[in-house]
DNA sequence: TTTAACTACTCCGACTCGCG
DNA sequence: CGCGAGTCGGAGTAGTTAAA
């Protein structure tokens, strides 16, 4: 999982059990006067997913319950939660020091799924992002994941907006019978949550070959590079850019990152040859396309005229990329093209008038 | 040795989007 | 509905390279 989020080494210290969290609250503004009435926890153990649920049945004993959920957190070597870096532990943290309690995830590392799982499934075309949209579903919710990832749909789940009002109506009654499907729907989020890690945990651990599809590859080859698996992040984006069946912007990008890290590394003719090959991949009028081509025709430019020195071959690309250039940063762009061939123009002078020159004498 | 061009950083502000 | 972690693009800067 180090992989996945960089701030995160492997689970050390005094706990060893992998914890993964789900709060359900009283509302979302996450104050004080938001309470977490339901907490779940869930570990591996004995081959199977346990599930422990801490419900609050009276405001009169949360201190009892953040007491009961700080001994299920002891010998926790990491947290996992969902966005629980913005919501779930500050909630937590927000009602141990009102009740002036030891703050028992203090020293504990966390990790938060929801980035992770963003930068690996949130710019799918085929997948999380396509499909959400379709059902006017936000991208990457946990619930849309399992869809996607597992293909698993709930039935009859509570709507995230309902819970509070599901808990206060049975505070007013005494009757528990409208918390039910919270304490599903509590226990799905957790199971979903431990699934999607597990998934992102093999993803990370075995690479480009573990991928579904060139998008999947892609997206871990970006996370690989980030994590400075370099050798591993070419590995996804060379399975991104030759899979048959990937969108041009896919294979487009893929090439574009390969082309990126030879010229980092100074391996310029590996580079110039994968700017010729983006150039060649037919992309239409896909505005991702369009500007991909024209940063090859440029950094195709600069190749020839920097490495190669072949001046007229240079200023008939950077031509192009003048022609190509579109979009919102058009000017900035253009200005540093004209730049280029106003010197190439130049230099292109210069050499003729020596030749010239040198014709005489 | 000087100079221009390129590259790789960092920093900052403006976003986006998940949670019940 | 509010909050905040993370992302993205632009601007500025320091270091590197190679030609003259």
């Known amino acids: ?36 009435f339901l907490v779940g926890c869930a570990w591996f153990d004995i081959g199977a997913l346990q599930v422990r649920q801490f419900l609050l049945t009276s405001y009169a ?26 919501f779930d532990v500050p909630v937590m943290e927000t009602r141990w020091l009102f009740h002036r309690m030891e703050m028992p995830l203090d020293g504990v590392r966390h990790f938060d799924m929801l980035h992770p799982a963003r930068r690996l499934w949130r710019d799918r075309p085929d997948g999380v992002a396509a499909d959400a ?17 597992f293909g698993v749909r709930r039935v009859g789940d509570v709507p995230g907006m309902e819970i509070p009002s599901r808990y206060f109506r049975f505070l007013r009654s005494g009757n528990a019978a409208p918390l039910e499907p919270v ?15 597990a998934h992102a945990a093999r993803l990370a651990h075995e690479g480009s070959d ?9 997206a871990l080859g970006r996370v690989y590079e980030r994590a400075g698996a370099v050798d591993r992040a070419l590995a996804c984006y060379g399975r991104a850019a030759r899979d048959s069946h990937a969108a041009v912007d896919v294979k487009g990008e893929a ?7 030879h010229r980092r590394e100074r391996r310029f003719a590996e580079a110039a040859a994968i700017w010729r090959e983006l150039r060649d991949l037919d ?31 240079a200023r008939e690309l950077a ?15 253009a200005e540093a093209t004209r730049h280029r061939l106003s010197r190439l123009d130049r230099k292109l002078a210069q050499k003729k008038d020596s030749h010239l020159f040198g014709g005489c004498i």
């Open 283 to 313: 992309g239409g009028s896909r505005p991702l396309m369009t500007e991909l081509r024209r940063f090859a025709a440029e950094a195709l430019a600069v190749h020839h005229e920097h490495r190669e020195r072949d001046l007229e071959g």
């Open 133 to 149: 949209y379709a059902d006017g579903d936000a991208g990457c919710r946990l619930a849309t994941l399992e869809r996607v990832l």
């Open 61 to 86: 004993a949360e201190r009892a319950l953040l007491a009961a959920v700080a001994e299920c957190f002891d010998d926790t070597a990491l947290l996992v939660t969902y966005n629980g870096k913005t």
């Open 183 to 197: 304490l599903e729907h509590n226990r799905l989020d957790l199971v979903s949550l431990a699934a999607v890690t």
């Open 1 to 36: 999982m180090r992989v996945l989020d960089g701030a995160l080494a492997p689970p050390d210290g005094t706990g060893s059990r992998i914890l993964f969290v789900d709060l359900e609250t009283t509302g979302l503004s996450g104050g004080a006067g938001t309470i977490a």
């Open 255 to 261: 090439l574009y990152r390969i082309g990126l890290r």
């Open 319 to 333: 031509l192009l990329a003048l022609e190509e250039a579109d979009g919102a940063s058009f000017h900035v762009k």
């Open 210 to 218: 573990a991928c579904r599809d060139g998008s999947e590859a892609l």
